[in-house]
């Protein structure tokens, strides 16, 4: 996730080199579908000085903020500070270069008011996503099966388990098939080269993990914020002796 943070926000510093005035009227959105008459009216040399600054200030504080935060608070809170700051980022700069815009697009106004609600919602969905992924999956037992609550959570019947353990750790993940992965927490399907295709509910990073290996689907490696893992191995393991 450090990897990610520092290229992420290198990436979307550079992005204010990539558009130069000889190459806007291909690149860049909106003024690639002007006419020519319309391009000369527009001050395109501000509306870049503009776009470049924007987007270094903005890279820079995405690497410093994210950094800071990923030493003091941890991976998660600093992957949820870059995903959300260039959409709030873009919600600003979408107002601001209106007066480069405004001469030549009458209808503005319009498309302000259709962006910025769209940002804006975009942001709450992922701040929700992220807050709704750092939800614990609790485990709950019941005589005939174990639940796992929140996100990609399941319900797994005691006769569809073919064995169970207590891992020492995770295998080594190649790939995210679909899921919610912010460092410490991993949810969802993944690929690993000891099993293949292996669902993760994996609310945070331990020495035991919950390994429980289905007879018709994928294997599940589950570890609580509050769980006793040791402990719930213990009692799925007996009821399956009990069978």
């Not at 107002?95 to 319009?110: M, Q, T, W």
């Not at 035991?208 to 294997?219: G, L, Q």
């Amino acid at each position: 996730m450090l990897i990610f943070i520092v290229l992420f926000s290198l990436f979307m510093a550079g992005v204010g080199f990539i558009v130069t005035p000889s190459n806007a009227r291909y690149l860049l959105s909106g003024y690639n579908t002007m006419t020519d008459e319309e391009r000369k009216s527009m001050d395109i040399q501000g509306y870049l000085r503009f776009f470049k600054k924007f987007h270094l200030v903005l890279g820079a504080s995405m690497l410093l903020i994210g950094l800071m935060i990923y030493f003091i608070k941890g991976p998660d809170l600093a992957v949820l500070s870059v995903a959300v700051a260039p959409i709030a980022g873009y919600i600003w700069f979408i107002i601001k270069s209106g007066k480069y815009e405004r001469p030549v697009k009458k209808n503005r106004k319009l498309a302000v008011w259709f962006a910025v609600p769209v940002l804006a919602a975009t942001l709450g969905l992922v701040i929700f996503l992220f807050f709704r992924g750092w939800q614990d999956n609790e485990a709950v037992l019941s005589e005939n099966s174990i639940s796992l609550t929140g996100m990609y959570g399941m319900e797994i019947a005691i006769d569809d388990i073919d064995t169970v353990y207590l891992a020492d750790k995770l295998p080594k993940i190649t790939l995210r098939v679909h899921g919610f992965a912010t460092g410490t927490i991993l949810k969802g399907k993944f690929r690993c080269a000891e099993h293949g295709n292996v669902t993760l509910l994996v609310n945070e990073r331990k020495s035991a993990y919950v390994a429980i290996f289905r007879k018709k689907d994928t294997p599940v490696f589950y570890s609580g914020k509050n769980a006793d893992e040791a402990a719930l191995v213990t009692v799925i393991d007996q009821k399956l002796r009990s069978k």
